[in-house]
């Protein structure tokens, strides 16, 4: 899949500026291959909707080139480049019904009137709203309407669908259920999407690969578990996910793993050595909260204590915060066994192995 | 599954029926909001229903006439004027007494409507009554009330004096509204066009609609850019630009009339520059104001914001993602428009025009002052009869056809757009 001569689109050094002053998006690169769900995932303001928007036609590159089907696409305007697109708010046109909105782009490419009336309805059955056709939007419910933006994104037979944020407006339980929706669609017409959220968990139950923004550079592309599991800087342990950090100094470099001086006094930890270079070098450990383990020790050095602050029982398992180290924002996530009888105050033995931990950068 | 309703009253907890109970809860309530806007419901019968409802009335009513002549109206009745060249004898014989002992006041005022009439009626009665007055202190009495009125002044054997009573022998008379439209009644009370010198109502209202409509269509042009621009510019610039488009709607409508002429006259800002740049000879300067080009021009200007507001507060809240969706379904830019943008401003092209319209089809000083001879609209006519010939049935009647007109537009706009459809912002 990461094989850039089989790439469907390629951003090539691409950089992006309104004012001149501020680099919006910074040298840019990623293949994106036939048939994937890539999403971009980002804080607000993080670059990946002007990534989006460069790619549908309606921002321009201030350096550097997009390919589409290997093709350079910057001189392509929107209207010829056959790109769908999901927007945020839909963007359904409301004077017009809904088997309008999606035989708008058919009419616009002059395909005859019999077609347009096959291919809408068979958009509107893909999406279960086969019979809402002479609809208008206004009439619609949020989740209708997401699914109306859906189908007239695909009606056209796109080479590609962009969706910015399309489920931003739905409340949980629909959000959910429109995931499933989509990543189903996209499993049976086996298009290229790209996708926009701020969403983790969204990108997570979607993608195929993830692409995740900060400050207008993809700080890791990866598969979500990949992600998960094995952040290669801070802010990815950080923005997918929870996640316990721990601050501290390189004392040890030992191949593929390393001790850190924990701040404050609290003793070393072994951890794998991700971001870090040299000895002396300050660091942050990351520890997912479900690798921490309670009353058992490891053969590892990394046996700690923490104070319980806070327990929030929440059915299948019970999370307590903790002060650890110095940091009283750890979390443990403890599964309800039944044998859990500890109260607020208590103290609690911790450890976790060497592996679980991760040394990033600061 | 099977729905029974009840058809018992419903009851609250207290055993009071529901529906009483609820009137007795709300009443404090409607009675609240009544007495918040019974002051505007005063202010509106006063300012606003009544004096339209009284000018309405006067555009019909001719009672004043005949609390004055009675007697002689109802005689005059009688005349078959088929077999007779004159009305018969008791004709003669009521409008004398009610001449001879009628309130001075009264008939002066009934002079007046009659000299609308026909004019040459004040001065013949005027002069008639002064003989009757000396007749009547000499106490004869005339042998035939006909030939003494002849004998007075020859035009009371003149029947075209007397067919002009056709239009004011009855309480309540559509004549104003017939002379509003260039008509009048004949001997026989028929309608009938006027005199070809006194037709100028029709080419005036023709000419209002010409105007209103190119108007309309001048704001439309000029505005909708304006409006669109408003609507899309960075808050500070589309801050800028709305002042400069609220600027002039602050000015005194008079100050910006009279400026348009120092910009329009022949010796003005405009066509000095053009002979400066050599457009044009000085002998060949161009007449743009004092005709209905001048109208154009300052009424386009003036009520231009009135169609830029409402487009604007339209087009602002018609989200930019829609242009973009169209054109990345594959429209190109002009399509995108037609078929997206365009739709969706139409609540505030129709308000906009419903206002600009009805704005100008009632106009009165801008085309007063830069209109010259050619170029002045149905309210210069009402505004001269209203002030210099007193007929105020004629007003009424010219103002009744306007509302009649703005009436008619309005059923109309609501048939073909939706009046819910309007949005002023």
């Given amino acids: ?362 | 599954m099977e729905v029974t309703i009840s058809t018992a009253e419903l009851l609250t907890t207290d055993g009071i029926p529901l529906k009483q109970s609820l009137r007795k809860a709300e009443r404090r309530n409607k009675l609240r909001a009544f007495l918040l806007v019974f002051p505007l419901l005063l202010f509106i019968i006063v300012t606003f229903v009544m004096p339209i409802g009284d000018m309405l009335l006067r555009s019909v009513d001719d009672s004043q006439i005949n609390s004055v002549f009675p007697k002689t109206f109802e005689e005059y009745k009688n005349w078959d004027k088929g077999a007779d060249e004159l009305p018969p004898e008791e004709v003669y014989k009521s409008l004398f007494f009610e001449l001879a002992n009628g309130d001075k006041r009264q008939i002066g005022k009934a002079l007046t409507r009659m000299n609308y009439a026909k004019s040459g009626w004040k001065s013949l009665i005027k002069k008639t009554t002064r003989e009757i007055k000396k007749i009547v202190k000499k106490g004869e009495e005339p042998v035939s009330y006909k030939d003494t009125f002849i004998k007075i002044n020859k035009f009371w054997g003149d029947p075209t004096y007397w067919y002009s009573f056709n239009q004011m022998v009855n309480d309540r008379s559509s004549i104003y509204y017939w002379n509003a439209l260039d008509r009048t009644f004949d001997e026989d009370g028929d309608v009938v066009l006027q005199d070809e010198k006194r037709r100028m109502y029709i080419k005036t209202w023709l000419r209002t609609f010409k105007v209103s409509v190119y108007v309309t269509i001048f704001c439309l042009i000029l505005g909708f850019p304006v409006a669109h621009l408003l609507a899309n510019l960075p808050l500070r610039y589309s801050n800028l630009l709305m002042i400069f488009v609220l600027l002039p709607f602050w000015t005194s409508l008079l100050v910006r009339t009279t400026a348009w002429i120092v910009m329009l006259q022949q010796n003005g800002v405009i066509n000095g520059i053009l002979v400066w740049l050599g457009v044009i000879s000085d002998d060949g300067r161009i007449q743009m104001v004092y005709n209905e080009a001048g109208t154009l021009i300052a009424m386009t200007q003036i009520l231009l914001p009135f169609m830029i507001l409402p487009l604007y507060s339209v087009m602002r809240v018609i989200p930019k993602s829609h242009m973009r969706a169209a054109q990345n379904l594959g429209a190109k830019p002009a399509m995108a428009f037609w078929r997206v943008y365009l739709p969706q401003t139409i609540p505030g092209i129709s308000a906009g025009g419903l206002l600009v319209f009805v704005l100008a089809i009632g106009y009165f000083i801008t085309p007063e002052l830069v209109g010259g001879k050619d170029g002045k609209l149905i309210g210069s006519w009402i505004a001269y009869h209203l002030k210099t010939t007193l007929n105020w049935g004629l007003c009424a009647a010219l103002g009744g056809i306007l509302l009649g007109i703005m009436l008619i537009f309005y059923w109309l706009y609501n048939k073909i757009v939706g009046i819910d459809n309007i949005k002023l912002g």
């Avoid at chain 1, 690169?29 to 890539?38: H, Q, R, Y």
């Avoid at chain 1, 952040?231 to 850190?260: D, H, Q, W, Y």
């Avoid at chain 1, 991700?274 to 300050?282: A, D, F, L, R, T």
């Fill in chain 1, 1 to 362: 899949m990461n094989d850039t001569s089989q790439s469907f689109v390629k951003f090539e050094k691409i950089d992006k500026s309104y004012d001149g002053e501020v680099l919006v998006v910074k040298n840019l690169n990623l293949d994106i291959a036939k048939g994937e769900f890539v999403t971009m995932l980002g804080p607000s303001g993080s670059g990946k909707t002007t990534t989006l928007m460069m790619l549908a036609g309606f921002e321009t590159p201030t350096n550097g080139e997009i390919f589409l089907d290997t093709k350079p696409i910057s001189k392509i305007p929107p209207y010829e480049r056959e790109i769908g697109m999901v927007f945020q708010n839909y963007a359904l046109f409301p004077h017009m019904t809904v088997a309008e909105n999606l035989s708008f782009p058919l009419e616009v490419r002059k395909i005859s009137k019999p077609d347009i009336k096959e291919k809408v309805q068979k958009a509107l059955d893909m999406v279960e709203l086969g019979n809402f056709g002479t609809r208008f939007p206004a009439q619609l419910s949020g989740g209708q309407q997401q699914r109306v933006a859906l189908a007239r994104a695909l009606v056209f037979e796109p080479r590609l669908v962009l969706m910015d944020e399309p489920l931003g407006a739905l409340d949980k339980n629909l959000r959910e259920q429109m995931q499933y929706e989509i990543k189903h669609i996209h499993d049976r017409i086996g298009i290229t999407v790209v996708y926009v959220t701020h969403d983790q968990s969204e990108a997570l139950t979607m993608s195929n690969r993830i692409a995740v923004f900060n400050d207008g550079i993809v700080q890791q592309l990866s598969t979500p578990d990949i992600l998960y599991e094995k952040p290669e800087n801070s802010f990815v342990a950080k923005f997918i996910g929870e996640n316990n950090t721990l601050n501290g100094v390189v004392r040890e470099l030992n191949g593929s793993s390393c001790t850190v001086e924990l701040d404050g006094g609290f003793g070393t930890v072994k951890a794998l050595k991700i971001n870090v270079n040299e000895v002396g070098e300050k660091t942050q450990l990351s520890i997912r909260p479900e690798r921490v383990s309670i009353d058992k020790t490891t053969s590892d050095s990394n046996n700690f204590s923490g104070k319980i602050e806070e327990l929030i029982y929440l059915g299948d398992h019970i999370r307590a915060r903790l002060d650890v180290c110095g940091n009283n924002e750890f979390i443990v996530k403890v599964p309800n066994e039944g044998s859990f009888n500890h109260k607020e105050g208590d103290e609690l033995k911790l450890s976790w192995n060497s592996e679980d931990v991760r040394a990033l950068d600061l």
